[in-house]
């Protein structure tokens, strides 16, 4: 993704011409950088080559998942819905883990069923709930325990899981019981610890914090696990001069910890491999001058993109099309939608615009098109799939006829 004298390529193709062709709002991703992202994060943990299991929650669209299975993940899903979306792609179902806190008795009979590799279970309640099951199926299921080990991310609270008050995982007591009673149990089989401290880390420390946490634990309790599961969350840069986080001390530290504890590592990371893939194309409807600000009108809002709404987020937005006249005013790029918090970023010093000029919002491809909403009855966008120059939708725009 890069400006060809003053327009926007994504690999081969001119962002323009896609848009005339597809309309706007429109997210585009590049394969390219989907593949990049996926060899990257296999690098940075070369060493004890892990398994890489994609959050299906960041992007759940069939096609990419199908593309990101085709380049050796797997999937961590957190519904039936995703679930059977992995399976749909053509994930190996040993290649599939499940994570959640309410997971329902129909949800875990039909992961049961399909032999997914380990269900991460969140409570003793759900513990017994999976017990009840597997004994009425007359069936040995292989499970996993997800630890809250009290670890603050260091990032925004909204999405911060790690910490004692948050709902996910268990506590260090209940986790020891809970290892007792299934050491006794004939149905299910404890295989792997679990942990997720949150979303968008950039430290490193964190992450060493939560694996201290764990080598204690496990020397205290002198269990074999067969896999470590240490989730996702690696933080991606929205700004271009913001922090990245040290793959290399966050692997020097889980090699450590391998050293203690030999088994499997599993990973589960969704923004870091396709957040920055995808771009979401807009065009100005009105420019709407008051004394202090520009509000820039865009026909996108926050259905199709809900972050900067809902977090607060700031996603960088850049012209599709670069002039040399700068702005002096202050832009304020607002989505139609009859919310205050409908509003994406406010910048000083933007190339001047005009109605009907295109924008990009930036590194949106992880948590944008999956929580996206129809909410004022709007549609969702059409999402394009850029490989080279080849050009493919991977979602249809929807219809209104559909909604209406
Ligand atoms: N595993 C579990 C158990 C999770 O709960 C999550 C994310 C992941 C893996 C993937 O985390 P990632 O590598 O993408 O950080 N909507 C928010 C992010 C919520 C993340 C929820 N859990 C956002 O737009 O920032």
């Known amino acids: 993704m890069k400006y060809i004298k003053n327009s926007f390529l994504i690999e081969k193709v001119n962002l323009q011409k896609l848009t005339k062709k597809f309309e706007t709002p429109l997210y585009c991703y590049s394969y390219e950088k989907l593949k990049h992202n996926i060899n990257n994060f296999k690098l940075n943990f070369k060493s004890f080559s892990p398994l890489i299991c994609f959050?299906?929650?960041?992007?759940?669209?069939?096609?990419?998942?199908?593309?990101?299975?085709?380049?050796?993940?797997?999937?961590?899903?957190?519904?039936?819905?995703?679930?059977?979306?992995?399976?749909?792609?053509?994930?190996n179902s040993k290649k599939i883990v499940y994570s959640g806190v309410g997971?329902?008795?129909?949800?875990?009979?039909?992961?049961?069923?399909?032999?997914?590799?380990?269900?991460?279970?969140e409570s003793r309640s759900e513990v017994l709930e999976i017990e009840k099951l597997a004994k009425s199926k007359k069936k040995i299921v292989d499970i996993g325990i997800r630890l809250n080990p009290n670890t603050d991310a260091k990032t925004l609270s909204q999405i911060s899981t790690g910490?004692?008050?948050?709902?996910?995982?268990?506590?260090?007591?209940?986790?020891?019981?809970?290892?007792?009673y299934i050491k006794k149990s004939k149905y299910i089989?404890?295989?792997?610890?679990?942990?997720?401290?949150?979303?968008?880390?950039i430290?490193?420390?964190?992450?060493?914090?939560?694996?201290?946490?764990?080598?204690?634990?496990?020397?205290?309790i002198n269990y074999k696990f067969e896999f470590i599961d240490l989730g996702g969350g690696m933080g991606i840069s929205y700004q271009e001069s913001k922090k990245k986080l040290n793959y290399k001390k966050y692997s020097h530290a889980v090699k450590k910890l391998l050293k203690k504890h030999d088994c499997k590592i599993i990973f589960e990371p969704g923004r870091s491999i396709i957040g920055n893939t995808g771009i979401l194309v807009s065009k100005v409807i009105y420019i709407k001058e008051n004394q202090t600000k520009n509000f820039i009108i865009l026909d996108a809002a926050m259905n199709d993109f809900m972050r900067p709404a809902l977090y607060g987020a700031k996603h960088r937005i850049i012209p599709l099309n670069r002039k040399r006249e700068i702005s002096k005013k202050t832009y304020e790029f607002v989505g139609p939608i009859c919310e205050t918090t409908d509003k994406f970023l406010t910048i000083n010093k933007f190339q001047k615009l005009n109605e009907k000029d295109l924008v990009i919002i930036c590194d949106v491809g992880a948590y944008g098109s999956s929580l996206s909403s129809n909410?004022?009855?709007?549609?969702?966008p059409v999402e394009i799939l850029v490989k080279g120059s080849k050009i493919s939708v991977v979602k249809k725009r929807q219809k209104l006829k559909d909604l209406v």
């Open 375 to 380: 909410y004022n009855l709007r549609t969702k």
């Open 103 to 121: 997971k329902t008795s129909s949800e875990l009979s039909y992961a049961i069923d399909k032999k997914i590799l380990l269900i991460n279970s």
């Open 163 to 180: 910490k004692k008050e948050n709902k996910f995982g268990v506590n260090e007591k209940t986790f020891i019981e809970l290892v007792n």
């Open 189 to 201: 089989n404890l295989k792997c610890l679990s942990v997720h401290i949150g979303s968008q880390i």
């Open 203 to 220: 430290n490193h420390k964190p992450y060493e914090k939560m694996l201290r946490v764990i080598d204690k634990l496990i020397r205290k």
């Open 55 to 91: 959050a299906l929650k960041a992007n759940s669209n069939l096609k990419i998942i199908k593309e990101i299975k085709k380049l050796g993940l797997g999937a961590d899903v957190v519904s039936k819905g995703e679930l059977m979306k992995a399976l749909k792609a053509g994930v």
